[in-house]
């Protein structure tokens, strides 16, 4: 090789190594998730800041907590990314996933019509609420996915007896922005995560009608999958992800994410619940 060619080689090798930082190539993580964290907008607002931080490129699937963790079960992703703690206490009992850690937590909310046909507006009380709901016959919209919203509405009604029948009830098998169209179009009520329907609210004309009970307390947390069960994992592309988005960092950006000057989801990766 002549000496030129062997400057202009060196210049390729130079230059792409300068094109990613300390010379490696981006990686790849895959992250399955609940719908909410995606319609909210909050993977938008925080991912590109964790990929320019750590040249990693994270591929999202987005779907009902069920779907998310059937997902991770399978190998399918790296993390996982949920709100369902007694189903996500179970994927890690059985072994499929490992380092679960907290992350933020936001609260579930009862919307409908603003005509309120049901005339439960204005009730703290989630289970009263919802029984008024059965007995006026109104409609509601359920995920119908089992999804963390849909495990928690099929609880409520566990608790309280009884749930809508015939026509009143609904089950849609959609994701929550869809559910939310769906209820706007209806005039029905539906259960949804707050931070979803924030970004929907404008577009639907839905309005809160049951709010502030702590059983509508609504956590999330994250998990990677286990690098035992599956060799192919990226656990440290996992790891990675997991340890920034519960770092000081990450959390701080968790609590300036905001919408219409509304904060949607509080970091709890440091909090004691």
Same mark, same amino acid.
């Given at each position: 090789m002549s000496r030129r060619s062997?400057?202009?080689?060196?210049?390729?090798? $130079?230059?792409?190594? $300068?094109?990613?930082?300390?010379?490696?190539?981006?990686?790849?993580?895959?992250? /399955?998730?609940?719908? /909410?964290?995606? +319609?909210?907008?909050?993977?938008?607002?925080?991912?590109?800041?964790f990929e320019a931080k750590t040249n990693s490129k994270v591929q999202v699937i987005s779907v009902g907590t069920g779907k998310a963790l059937e997902l991770a079960k399978n190998g399918d992703v790296d993390v996982t990314l949920v709100h369902a703690r007694p189903s996500e206490d179970k994927f890690v009992a059985d072994g499929h996933g490992v380092n679960r850690r907290d992350v933020m937590y936001n609260d579930f909310i009862i919307v409908g019509p603003t005509l309120d046909p049901a005339g439960i507006m204005g009730e703290k009380?989630?289970?009263?609420?919802?029984?008024?709901?059965?007995?006026?016959k109104a409609k509601f919209i359920s995920r119908g996915d089992n999804s963390g919203t849909d495990q928690m509405e099929k609880a409520y009604w566990?608790?309280?007896?009884? @749930?809508?029948?015939?026509?009143?009830?609904i089950s849609a098998g959609l994701g929550m922005g869809e559910v939310l169209n769906m209820a706007a179009e209806l005039q029905a009520y539906t259960l949804t995560d707050r931070a979803t329907y924030s970004a929907y609210r404008a577009?639907?004309? $839905?309005?809160?009608?049951?709010?502030?009970?702590?059983?509508?307390? +609504?956590?999330?947390?994250?998990?990677?999958? +286990?690098?035992?069960?599956?060799?192919?994992? +990226?656990? @440290?592309?996992?790891? $990675?992800?997991?340890?920034?988005?519960?770092?000081?960092?990450?959390?701080?950006?968790i609590a300036g994410f905001k919408l219409d000057g509304q904060q949607l989801f509080f970091p709890s990766a440091n909090a004691a619940r």
């Open positions: 062997l400057f202009r080689f060196a210049a390729v090798v $130079l230059a792409s190594a $300068l094109v990613t930082p300390f010379g490696f190539a981006q990686q790849i993580i895959k992250l /399955s998730t609940t719908t /909410s964290t995606e +319609n909210s907008g909050l993977l938008s607002y925080l991912l590109p800041i009380d989630v289970l009263k609420g919802l029984k008024k709901l059965v007995a006026s566990q608790q309280i007896g009884t @749930k809508p029948s015939g026509d009143a009830y577009k639907t004309g $839905l309005a809160i009608a049951i709010e502030g009970d702590p059983k509508m307390f +609504n956590p999330y947390g994250i998990i990677a999958v +286990n690098p035992a069960k599956y060799k192919a994992i +990226n656990y @440290k592309g996992a790891m $990675l992800l997991i340890d920034w988005i519960t770092s000081a960092e990450g959390q701080k950006k």
